[in-house]
């Protein structure tokens, strides 16, 4: 048997039996559980924008964004800034005279999942979400918590 042969048949008998194999490890995250309930298609909050200010939960990392609903869909100014998120549809649900609502965003060319959960009274807003990233060989996860109103923010940069 020549040489090569001989090498080729070891390297399958060794890949056959296991000797080789590399497994990576990495812990599963979970996205913001969503609290259960009776979600139905989004349009209660159509027509309104939400200036909300949040921080990483993690590194304290202030976040400032705008979030848009409109017509069924919802989108972050931010997402759709770093990567292209688009619109997404939302879910609401009333209990209490509170608007609550729900959607999950996903990056087209990155494995990037946000979900987002929050709670509207009139003009008001407080939200929580994750930004998960997933790939074969890490996951990572920012938390975040947000609250705003309709009413732009400051820019902290302008005296007057």
């Not at 990495?26 to 559980?33: R, S, T």
């Not at 304290?60 to 770093?82: A, H, K, M, P, W």
């Not at 087209?108 to 979400?129: E, F, K, N, R, S």
């Amino acid at each position: 048997m020549s040489q090569i042969l001989q090498v080729a048949a070891i390297a399958v008998a060794t890949l056959g039996t296991g000797a080789a194999t590399m497994t990576v490890m990495k812990p599963e995250i979970a996205d913001l559980a969503v609290p259960e309930g009776e979600w139905s298609a989004g349009e209660m909050l159509d027509g309104q924008s939400f200036f909300i200010e949040g921080v990483d939960l993690d590194s304290g990392t202030v976040l400032l964004d705008e979030i848009v609903f409109r017509d069924g869909t919802f989108q972050s100014v931010n997402c759709q800034e770093y990567c292209d998120f688009g619109w997404s549809s939302y879910t609401t649900k009333v209990l209490d005279d509170v608007i609550h609502f729900t959607a999950t965003t996903h990056c087209p060319d990155a494995p990037h999942t946000v979900v987002w959960y929050g709670t509207v009274t009139d003009d008001q807003i407080q939200l929580a979400g994750t930004w998960t990233t997933r790939r074969w060989y890490w996951n990572h996860q920012i938390r975040f918590s947000a609250e705003g109103s309709t009413t732009p923010l400051l820019d902290p940069n302008v005296t007057g």
